[in-house]
């Protein structure tokens, strides 16, 4: 059973920056697409980046491109979200996922295999 657990949230001032992690275990993580999504209180969760089994690959919501990156580190078995230029509509809780399909670009939850079970991050401006 593969399991995600995220870390590194927290509060921070609008133009701070974040670096979330998401540690995976139980599974073939080198194998795995990995993503990020992120759900506001009273909306709907949304995409918010996502990277390739290998790294070659990363992608964005256009709301955070520029600002955000993502990363892979398949020797340690985890996947980065460095947020700069934060902004309050950044807040939310953030969502680490997992995919057994390895070469396409997932940006729907329900796309994904595995979650986390959320680390919030509020910016405050």
């Known amino acids: 059973q593969v399991q995600l657990v995220e870390s590194g949230g927290g509060l921070v001032q609008a133009g701070g920056s974040l670096r979330l992690s998401c540690a995976a275990s139980g599974g073939t993580f080198s194998s795995y697409s990995m993503g990020w999504f992120r759900q506001a209180p009273g909306k709907e969760r949304e995409f918010v980046a996502g990277i390739y089994w290998s790294g070659s690959i990363t992608y964005y919501a256009d709301s955070v491109k520029g600002r955000f990156t993502i990363s892979r580190d398949n020797a340690k078995n985890t996947v980065y979200l460095q947020m700069n230029s934060l902004k309050p509509e950044d807040t939310a809780v953030y969502y680490c996922?997992?995919?057994?399909?390895?070469?396409?670009?997932?940006?729907?939850?329900?796309?994904?295999?595995?979650w986390g079970q959320g680390t919030q991050v509020t910016v405050s401006s």
């Open positions: 996922t997992g995919s057994a399909r390895p070469g396409l670009k997932l940006m729907r939850w329900g796309q994904y295999d595995y």
